[in-house]
């Protein structure tokens, strides 16, 4: 018959024994989870980049259409009163009405293509957000290791990451090139 006891004792033995260990397991596991958050947030917002710059296009088809429409309502008015519509006041009335349509399309689009660029930009800080959060999970897990193990001292790396000197726990290699 298991001695409950004794085994969580033994289990708490090995868990004391190796908490750094195991700390700077759950950093990796941590950081590996902020990187793959930021990895999925940059790829959302070339998705939604894609999606707002198709719907700029439609937008766009859409007011230009419109704006040929009045063009077009435009001259058959001018044609059924009997002018001309390709001189004087009618012509300038239509040219006016198919340069506002034109604007007002291109605004359209482009108020798509801003947001479009936008929501990539918010992609690509998601994932800088989530590799420097996992960088500085793994450095603050490498960091308790050393205050669980106790046996840490001071690196002599000029490096580490991005220049701030760490503690390498004794038992480890530490490339002094970082």
């Excluded at 033995?13 to 902020?34: C, M, T, V």
């Excluded at 390709?86 to 340069?99: E, F, K, P, Y």
Aim: avoid cysteine; charged fraction near 20%; proline fraction near 2%.
């Amino acid at each position: 018959m298991i001695n409950f006891g004794q085994a969580l004792g033994a289990l708490s033995a090995w868990a004391k024994d190796h908490a750094g260990e195991i700390g700077l397991a759950g950093g990796a596991a941590s950081a590996g989870f902020q990187i793959a958050g930021g990895i999925l947030g940059n790829r959302q917002g070339r998705i939604n980049a894609k999606i707002l710059e198709r719907r700029g296009e439609e937008a766009y088809r859409a007011k230009l259409s419109d704006a040929l429409q009045k063009v077009g309502t435009a001259r058959a008015r001018a044609a059924k009163g009997g002018g001309d519509p390709n001189v004087g006041s009618a012509a300038d009335v239509i040219r006016q009405l198919s340069a506002e349509g034109r604007v007002a399309a291109l605004r359209e689009k482009f108020a798509f293509e801003n947001e479009a660029a936008f929501a990539e930009r918010r992609g690509q800080n998601a994932l800088f957000e989530g590799i420097l959060g996992g960088a500085s999970t793994l450095l603050g897990a490498s960091r308790r290791v050393d205050e669980v193990k106790g046996s840490g001292t001071p690196s002599t790396a000029t490096g580490g990451f991005l220049g701030v000197p760490h503690t390498v726990p004794s038992g480890y290699w530490i490339d002094e090139r970082i």
